[in-house]
């Protein structure tokens, strides 16, 4: 092996880890309401809305909207899995479970799938996107396979978009059986 292959080798190792510290920090940042070390998980440039970009933007966002609207949170970080498109590009599914209180007496379990984009900027890596989607919400207590749809981020609790929303999932489902899985 070439100093070259290893030094590239060893780049992707490191920069597998700083990537998945990104989960972590967003998850301690997030549970800690630390706005600004939050926002600057992102590239400077983030799109947060359509017509909006910026890390002040983004500290708007999570101040005003995104987590003032819930109590206590607890996000417990799971899989990660990170799919390199260049030294300085990378993709990644992050899966997290977790607790949101939602009023003073409600608290709730959500079971999450991230959908992530990451850019190393300045040898440091950051969020480019990072998408929010329910496996489900519910009330810590009920079954979540048989709630209603949760429409996130409109309603906390209710059944969310994964993993019906996997095309490998309909495959499955539709190449073994018209019924979908019973628990």
Known sequence: MSRTDLAARIDRLQSAAEIR??????????DSRDVDALAGLFVEDVWVTPTTKGREAMREALSTKVIREVGLTILHVGNHVIDFDGPDDARGVVYCRAEVQTDAETLISQAIHYGDTYSRRRGRWYFVRRKHELFYGVEIGRRPVDLPPANWPEHHTGKGTVPERFESWQRFWERTSSDQPRL
């Open 21 to 30: 510290s990104l989960a972590h920090l967003y998850a301690v940042y997030l």
